[in-house]
């Protein structure tokens, strides 16, 4: 099967999410502003999903440009990726709705790390059927952006006990680090084709 399918297959499933999300957004009843701010977590929460969705589209867009075949490890790698992401919705929900609450908050941890570590394994499977040689591999290097974020999630999963202010700090931190453009694919790629 060419890459294609798979990335298009990919890109349906991610816009599916988004929709779901931003349907999850009540419209409230009233024509003035006031009624707009109980809404706001909710909002919020939307906005941090959004980019983060955003953040895997484009990574994910860069990692399958670097891969030349698609093998069965992948699609099975590619299918538990976008299993943690069909979640966001869900736990977008559920902490936008309780108001950045302790659990919610933790939950949407959970499913960041477990978003990561899947990304992750795609990421591996792509190496692997790509072999040691690949542009996706001296792409990575050390990955520290990669090792990093996990970390953090689980740092955060554990704030919102305490600190429920800190564990979205940090998922806000997490983003930000990943909006930085990261060019490695872009130019292992580019010295691949001179």
């Given amino acids: 099967m060419g890459k294609n399918r798979l990335e298009a297959f990919s890109d349906g499933v991610l816009a599916i ?5 931003v349907l999850e957004l009540k419209v409230p009843h ?3 502003l006031d009624v707009l701010l109980p809404l706001v977590p909710a909002f919020l929460s939307y906005v941090l999903s ?13 990692m ?15 299918l538990h990726l976008l299993f943690w992401l069909s979640l966001f919705p869900f736990v977008t929900g559920w902490m936008g709705e ?17 978003a990561a570590i899947a990304y ?4 591996q499977a792509i190496i692997a059927s790509e072999g040691p040689g690949s542009v996706l591999k001296r792409a990575v290097g050390r990955d520290w952006k990669g090792k990093l974020s996990p970390v953090l999630y689980g ?15 940090i998922y806000v931190f997490v983003a930000i680090l990943w909006l ?15």
């Fill in 17 to 21: 999410i988004i929709t779901i999300m």
């Fill in 180 to 194: 930085v453009p990261d060019p490695r694919i872009e130019r292992a790629l580019h010295r691949g084709e001179s």
């Fill in 120 to 123: 992750w394994v795609l990421e």
């Fill in 155 to 169: 740092t955060a999963i554990a704030a919102t006990f305490w600190a429920p202010w800190i564990a979205q700090a």
């Fill in 64 to 78: 399958l440009h670097a891969a030349t075949k698609v093998s069965g490890p992948m699609l099975w790698a590619n």
């Fill in 50 to 62: 959004f980019v983060y969705i955003g953040i895997y589209w484009n990574n994910h867009h860069h």
């Fill in 98 to 114: 309780n108001h950045f609450a302790a659990v919610p908050s933790a939950l949407y941890g959970l499913v960041l790390l477990m």
């Fill in 30 to 32: 009233g024509e003035q």
